[in-house]
């Protein structure tokens, strides 16, 4: 075996060439830093053109926060493509997908605060458009104080798990999945046995039609903060659960053709310098391999595959302002 083996070892290091085993950053850049606080983005291709989309406000939480919308033909140069905003509404963590008739879609919170900061009420806004630029106005969906985080199509029909913290309280928040065939009026297919303050959730599929879902927990006093990834086949109603071991803020993650999971979301080990992460993920676990140039107020990112690159949209303080940044990463092959 040992000789069998030299002579390709000879060949890889006289060309230079070492196969990868860890994910290489290609290229980091920051494409936008023109609201006062820029945060929560989202990236998708549509159209042979890159989207992006965050929220824009006075700062992390509270005011009238308006998302914003850029577009580019190649990832290095970015313009404007739409600012929706709503009087009196915070609009929060844009979230975009295709519909099955080749819309772009939307969907965000809706915060209302009293006296800037003080969470009134909340509830889901979904916003379409045909070519990324003219966007219908922001409508109201599910119900007076839940969060839809993120809706994912499969086969004409809109998946997205919802959450309802009880405001002012300080009982379990609810986790329910729902399912649409326009994005705009969902039905409950399942409610979530996931305790510890669940949230913010991401679901993909596997080709077998298995959903996948990544779900952010704030914790209790009885359970750590930890992410949970669940597993369901069709219909959904039946939930296998597991512990990660890693508590996320902004959780995303893609299921590649070959059937790779990978995740980026916040990094809390160093706190209070938090960090934006990409992470291995399996069915039971989440392994951080490699660290983007982030630090503070960061993370929730967008995620695009993209020959044979994987493009992360994210936002960061590090730089002094909070800023939205685009990151180029290889995967080991």
């Known amino acids: 075996m040992r000789r069998t083996l030299l002579p390709w070892i000879a060949f890889v290091a006289a060309a230079g060439y070492v196969p990868a085993q860890e994910p290489t950053l290609v290229e980091v850049r920051k494409i936008w830093d023109q609201g006062p606080h820029n945060a929560f983005t989202d990236l998708i291709r549509f159209r042979?053109?890159?989207?992006?989309?965050?929220?824009?406000?006075?700062?992390?939480?509270?005011?009238?926060?308006?998302?914003?919308?850029?577009?580019?033909?190649?990832?290095?140069?970015?313009?404007?493509?739409?600012?929706?905003?709503?009087?009196?509404?915070?609009?929060?963590?844009?979230?975009?997908?295709?519909?099955?008739?080749g819309r772009l879609m939307i969907v965000a919170g809706g915060s209302v605060y009293r006296g800037g900061r003080k969470l009134l009420g909340r509830q889901p806004r979904v916003s379409f458009s045909q070519d990324g630029s003219s966007w219908s106005a922001p409508q109201r969906v599910l119900t007076e104080g839940e969060?839809?985080?993120?809706?994912?199509?499969?086969?004409?029909?809109?998946?997205?798990?919802?959450?309802?913290?009880?405001?002012?309280?300080?009982?379990?928040?609810?986790?329910?999945?729902?399912?649409?065939?326009?994005?705009?009026?969902?039905?409950?297919?399942?409610?979530?046995?996931?305790?510890?303050?669940?949230?913010?959730?991401?679901?993909?599929?596997?080709?077998?039609?298995?959903?996948?879902?990544?779900?952010?927990?704030?914790?209790?006093?009885?359970?750590?903060?930890?992410?949970?990834?669940?597993?369901?086949?069709?219909?959904?109603?039946?939930?296998?659960?597991?512990?990660?071991?890693?508590?996320?803020?902004g959780p995303n993650f893609l299921i590649l053709p070959d059937g790779a999971m990978w995740a980026v979301t916040r990094d809390y080990t160093r706190k209070p310098q938090y960090t934006t992460v990409l992470a291995r993920m399996d069915l039971a676990s989440l392994s951080p391999v490699l660290t983007l140039p982030s630090g503070g107020d960061t993370s929730y990112g967008g995620l695009v595959w993209h020959q044979n690159l994987l493009w992360i949209s994210y936002y960061s303080g590090h730089e002094g302002k909070d800023s939205i940044y685009l990151a180029k990463v290889r995967l080991p092959k």
Request: with cysteine; charged share 25%; net charge neutral.
């Open 48 to 101: 042979g053109k890159f989207f992006c989309t965050f929220r824009e406000g006075e700062g992390h939480v509270g005011g009238d926060g308006t998302i914003r919308v850029l577009s580019s033909k190649n990832g290095q140069s970015w313009r404007s493509a739409a600012l929706l905003k709503e009087d009196g509404i915070d609009l929060r963590d844009p979230k975009f997908s295709i519909t099955p008739d």
């Open 147 to 249: 969060w839809l985080w993120r809706v994912t199509w499969r086969q004409g029909k809109a998946y997205g798990i919802s959450y309802h913290s009880m405001l002012g309280e300080d009982r379990d928040w609810g986790l329910k999945l729902v399912v649409s065939d326009d994005g705009i009026h969902y039905t409950d297919v399942a409610r979530l046995d996931v305790p510890g303050r669940p949230n913010e959730t991401t679901i993909r599929f596997r080709d077998d039609g298995t959903m996948v879902a990544l779900v952010r927990r704030e914790g209790t006093p009885e359970h750590k903060p930890m992410a949970w990834i669940g597993v369901s086949p069709p219909p959904y109603t039946e939930w296998t659960w597991k512990e990660t071991g890693m508590q996320v803020g």
